[in-house]
């Protein structure tokens, strides 16, 4: 006897939701340099911290390249405990970090100005909090690096004279 059961199984869950928690993420951005050459390769270091109190998973870093910038490749190395959900990429960055409590993800994202920019660029890393969770210090989020564009002239000359006649007049 089932005792009124019909012998079917129904599992489902549409969401889980998010347990709150607080805690402090912070971006940096740098290539330390101030001038970048167009048609040359610069990397920018870009690292997110977690200053705690509390662990943070699923946590969105987020950096959409300027379009002067070609050739766009990353990577992703994690401290121990913490995890990078991807390792490398190309093109902008658009992924999660898991963060323990004073753990930190560090990308270098390595870019190609493109050989005719002028003028200045600007380049913006973020980092976002999971749904539910709470950044007492939203202002240390986002990170940015301006670098002028100082393009390199590539000169060759060549200089070539009459020939000379070695026999005697």
Do not use: H
């Not at 912070?26 to 040359?40: D, E, F, M």
């Not at 990429?89 to 323990?100: C, F």
């Amino acid at each position: 006897a089932t005792r009124g059961a019909s012998g079917k199984v129904v599992n489902s869950v549409g969401a889980i939701p998010f347990c709150s928690t607080t805690t402090d993420l912070a971006i940096t951005k740098t290539n330390n340099q101030t001038t970048i050459i167009p048609g040359a390769p610069t990397t920018y270091q870009i690292v997110v911290r977690n200053n705690g109190p509390n662990d943070v998973f699923g946590v969105p870093v987020t950096d959409t390249l300027p379009v002067v910038f070609t050739n766009a490749s990353w990577t992703c190395a994690a401290s121990s405990g913490s995890a990078c959900q991807s390792a490398n990429g190309v093109g902008s960055i658009n992924t999660k970090v898991d963060l323990k409590n004073g753990g930190t993800a560090t990308f270098n994202l390595t870019v190609t100005p493109d050989a005719s920019a002028t003028g200045t660029v600007t380049n913006t890393a973020t980092v976002g909090m999971p749904d539910g969770a709470v950044d007492p210090n939203p202002t240390n989020n986002t990170a940015s690096d301006t670098d002028t564009l100082t393009p390199q002239a590539d000169l060759w000359s060549e200089t070539t004279a009459p020939a000379q006649s070695t026999e005697p007049p």
